[in-house]
């Protein structure tokens, strides 16, 4: 039997995940199509892309965007939006139409064609939602925007597949084809949706596309007979595609692949068909792999033993002002708690759940540390700097307070040593390849960095480490700096342009949260947690340690 002790935390994280997730009705997917995008110049079709942003204690915040489609007035984008819905809460969407000139893939004003809002809610219900896009309140000509919104079914499973093709139509005078795949899904009302485009591969009429991958929900609704169309065209630069030909199967068909069957399917154009007397096909395309990706939840993870280590970093520069002082965010009022101290109460009695041995080891970055007084970026907040934990969020509100008369404030606001600190520990734990140990470190600070390229480079090589980044913003400072590290609004790169490997940073200002529950709080910051622990699993294939205890009890919906 477990100890009680386990049991214990099993049950208190039962109850903060309840208390995140139980709101939290279904995962959806939406499917975003637009129609009758005139573009501001006239003589070529535009290049859309749809940008989806949530709001959030007033903010629009971006959550994920399509791709960009290249001359099209009229775009089915093949980017699936997965978005958690809450049926309790109201979620406003605002949809926005973009015409991403080529060359320049960042948003500007200039590029805007139109947007649309409405709430998620409204999407679930009619569940395909068509509405015009405005712009500056007024209909943007006759354009319009259509959200499909399906809501997914107990299985999470995923599938990677690759297809390649040999021998196609050319249909190109002066060059081969260029071709692109489409996979549709048959609707049970007989309609299509899209599923998957991939890329271009051009001049070649023998393509091997990249392989992708995509929920079973998403591929065939979890129905492994349901029809799939897939037909292969050839780009064109104006938009006006090319017809190759085209093929049926099943996800049951593709299935077999696993067994070490080759498939392959004729493409067919059934104009050919009908008027070329010895018409074979318009070339083969082969399936090269078909791999079924189990995915494991949070729970899965926590439930086989997997323990979040949390670290508290402090900010102790002088910006945050004298402590002695009643201005400062570090000043101790005898009966109510600082900034520093609300913020790390809020967000440490959440994290505490999911911590076992619930030591903290809690570093300073900023001050001049005695004996000598030099700068430091990592000191340990209790002065032992080989045992730098705490008991609890209590012990390191103690050590907080103990430490505050002892050094002095000073700069500058360095943010890369505390984290390369906890990937060090991190990527000694990555060399198990087991999930017994995350890494979240919670930087508290009172606004902005002053190494940022540093800082940038350090989360960049954590990215690819088991552990995340919480930045709480204390006090009333300009956090921008702050919002570029949380790459939701696009993508962090290092100084040297190597993107993030995920996104691993959350930036929340306490200031937004002053007067709000703490369980407002928590939820906007350990919001992206879970979905974090199993992105970085899931993705090394890295499956929870003794599942087979808690898998026989688990109930799975059919």
Known sequence: RESGIERNIYESAEATLGFISSPCLTKVELRVACRGISDRDALSKPDPCVVLKMQSHGQWFEVDRTEVIRSSSSPVFSKIFLVDYYFEEVQRLRFELHDISSGNNGLRDADFLGSMECTLGQIVSQRKLTKALLKQGNTAG?????????????NDDYVELSFSARKL?????????????????????GTESLVH??????????????????????????????????????????????FIGEFQTTFKEMRTEQEGKQ?????????????????????????????????YSFLDYIMGGCQ??????????????????SCSLHYIHPYQPNEYLKALVAVGEICQDYDSDKMFPAFGFGALIPPDFKVSHDFAVNFDEDNP??????GVVEAYQNCLPKIQLYGPTNIAPIIQKVASSASEE??????????????????????????????????????????????????????????????????????????????????????????????????????QVVDYYNAKGIKPKCLSDYESTRTFSP
């Open 197 to 242: 485009r991939t890329e271009t591969v051009m001049n070649n009429l023998s393509p091997v596309w990249k392989s992708f991958k995509v929920s079973l929900n998403t591929l065939c609704s979890g129905d492994h007979d349901r029809e799939l169309k897939c037909t292969v065209w050839d780009w064109d630069s104006n938009g006006k595609h090319d």
């Open 389 to 394: 934990e705490c008991a609890g969020i209590q």
């Open 430 to 531: 990555m060399h198990t390849k087991e999930a017994m140990e995350y890494f979240i470190l919670l930087i508290l600070t009172d606004g902005v960095i002053t190494d940022m390229a540093d800082t940038r480079e350090a989360i960049v090589h954590a990215s690819h480490l088991p552990m995340s980044v919480i930045i709480v913003g204390v006090g009333n400072a300009d956090f921008t700096d702050m919002q570029i590290l949380d790459g939701d609004d696009g993508i962090l790169r290092s100084p040297k342009g190597e993107p993030v490997l995920r996104d691993i940073v959350q930036f929340v200002p306490f200031k937004d949260f002053k007067h709000a529950s703490p369980a407002a709080l928590a939820k906007s910051v350990l919001a992206e947690v879970p979905n």
């Open 308 to 325: 979040i280590q949390f670290t508290v970093a402090i900010d102790f520069t002088a910006s945050n002002g004298d402590p002695r002082n």
């Open 263 to 295: 498939i392959q399917w004729e493409c067919i154009n059934p104009k050919y068909q009908l008027k070329k007397k010895n018409y074979r096909n318009s070339g083969v395309v082969i399936l090269n792999h078909c791999k079924i990706i189990k995915m």
């Open 142 to 154: 006759k354009s319009s925007i259509t959200v499909t919104a399906e809501e997914l079914s107990g």
């Open 169 to 189: 139509d050319d249909k190109d005078f002066f060059s081969k084809s260029d071709p692109f795949l489409e996979i549709f899904r048959i609707n049970d009302d």
